[in-house]
């Protein structure tokens, strides 16, 4: 199996994969309803077979994860049960012992770090919320405090503030931030340059959502696990580690879709194939032994299980298929001219600059507006105190800093915007309607934890 650290780049039939079956993929991905693909990458025996951005996302632009975070928060743990710094088998209070008095209920204490990373806490429900309100400041106490339903380990249920005391725990052991634990032990050996994470009121990182970075940082990710926690001959990851995180720890039968309920590992779903780390409007690291590939995907995709699907219908059975390196030339070519669809109607009116503008009720910013520079109309929107301005594209994306926008006037006469939180997968649409003087916003897919321009890469 090869170990690399930057990917090298060949072709699909180098790699034995039939180019038609990645083109049949990116077909899927396009024009089936409730998926949006943003960047996918492809590898196989650690090259690249394939990747492609649609603009206006671009291959070194970090993008919000979601829950793809756990997977790197789990990995943070690996790495300490590795140095010695943390024991699955001990109890999550045995890691915050200025708690021990306060927590009394026995099924509390008997909650196991393992138990963390099966998302086994023995709660029936997510308790993020909860434990928020019994304390905001300290959600590993106030999870705590909240007596599980079922005897640990005996019971999944998707519970966000598992993953948020694993990070703590990492922070604990470690005496420093998430980040700067990583950051040498396996950010730098992998290549990963630009990873930045959300932070709570604490200070600490959300640990189960918040991680920002690349399509490519995914991928490797994937391939440190595919390679059984080796990377360039240095051992990352405990190979017990590995295959523990990636086989099934507990059932996970209820849940609805597929590959959502074919068991769940260390903060790893398992799948029909292989296995994998995902994220909420389809961010996904996912990893096929048998096969030897990894497959990276960033999207705004409300239907999950459809990429899973489309990936399992045109992808596997092109491995290992007789190629075509004339559908190699005309993949490539594709993948070069990948890009989401601007705005479509009329030109801006002369009139769409310098206008008092009303934010409708409900609107989710305080303040809309159109300047004209000297060779652009620009956009500026302002909410919670924060304001931001973008060039606004007619016929095209126009792309500054963290946003992108595009716009054109509707046969109604009202103007549509689309602005792209571009290091995340959202998209706000404004209707502007000149003759009333007003604008109304409308989410294509709602922020989880962020408001509207706090929707970019956090600083370190």
């Not at 010695?84 to 021990?100: H, K, N, Q």
């Not at 590993?140 to 998707?158: A, H, N």
């Not at 190979?239 to 597929?258: F, H, S």
């Not at 001219?337 to 409708?360: D, F, K, M, Q, T």
Request: proline share 6%; hydrophobic share 40%.
């Amino acid at each position: 199996m090869t170990t690399t650290k930057t990917f090298p780049r060949t072709t699909p039939s180098a790699l034995d994969i039939d180019a038609r079956g990645v083109l049949a993929f990116v077909d899927a991905l396009e024009s089936t309803p409730g998926v949006e693909p943003h960047s996918l990458m492809l590898l196989r025996h650690g090259q690249v077979a394939a990747e492609g951005w649609w603009q206006p996302y671009a291959a070194d632009r970090v993008h919000l994860l979601y829950s793809l975070s756990k997977s790197f928060t789990a990995a943070a743990v690996g790495i300490a049960v590795r140095e010695g710094l943390i024991d699955l088998d001990a109890t999550a209070l045995s890691y915050f012992p200025e708690l021990d008095t306060e927590i009394t209920d026995e099924r509390s204490r008997r909650i196991r770090v393992r138990h963390l990373l099966a998302m086994a806490s023995g709660h029936r429900e997510d308790a993020i919320d909860r434990a928020r309100e019994l304390d905001r400041m300290d959600v590993v106490r106030g999870f705590l405090l909240l007596p599980p339903d079922e005897e640990p380990g005996s019971l999944f249920t998707y519970n966000q503030p598992c993953t948020y005391t694993l990070a703590a725990i990492v922070r604990r052991v470690s005496g420093g931030s998430l980040v700067d634990y990583l950051r040498p032990r396996l950010l730098d050996p992998l290549g990963i340059d630009d990873l930045a994470w959300r932070r709570d009121e604490s200070g600490g990182e959300l640990g189960f959502s918040g991680c920002y970075t690349t399509t490519s940082a995914v991928a490797a990710l994937g391939q440190l696990y595919l390679q059984r926690g080796v990377w360039e001959g240095k051992r990352i990851l405990d190979e017990d580690w590995v295959a523990a995180a990636t086989r099934k720890q507990i059932d996970n039968l209820d849940e609805e879709n597929p590959d959502w309920s074919q068991g769940y590992g260390f903060q790893f779903w398992m799948a029909r194939h292989g296995f994998r780390g995902d994220g909420a409007y389809g961010q996904f690291c996912v990893v096929l032994p048998e096969q030897d590939v990894v497959l990276a995907i960033t999207g705004q995709s409300l239907d999950m299980q459809a990429v899973l699907d489309a990936a399992w219908q045109h992808l596997l059975p092109a491995v290992d298929r007789p190629a075509d390196t004339g559908a190699d030339t005309v993949l490539e070519a594709r993948l070069a001219s990948l890009g989401l669809p601007p705005v479509s109607g009329g030109p801006l009116p002369e009139h769409v600059a310098g206008r008092a503008l009303r934010v409708l009720p409900g609107a989710v910013l305080d303040a809309v507006g159109f300047d004209r520079g000297a060779h652009e109309i620009r956009l500026s929107v302002s909410a919670d105190g924060a304001s931001a301005s973008v060039p606004v594209g007619e016929g095209e994306w126009a792309v500054e800093g963290a946003l992108a926008a595009s716009a054109a006037t509707q046969s109604d006469g009202t103007v549509l915007v689309a602005l792209r939180f571009v290091e995340t997968p959202h998209l706000l649409h404004l209707r502007v309607d000149l003759d009333a003087g007003t604008a109304g916003t409308k989410w294509t897919t709602e922020p989880l934890h962020d408001g509207p321009l706090t929707l970019h890469r956090p600083a370190d």
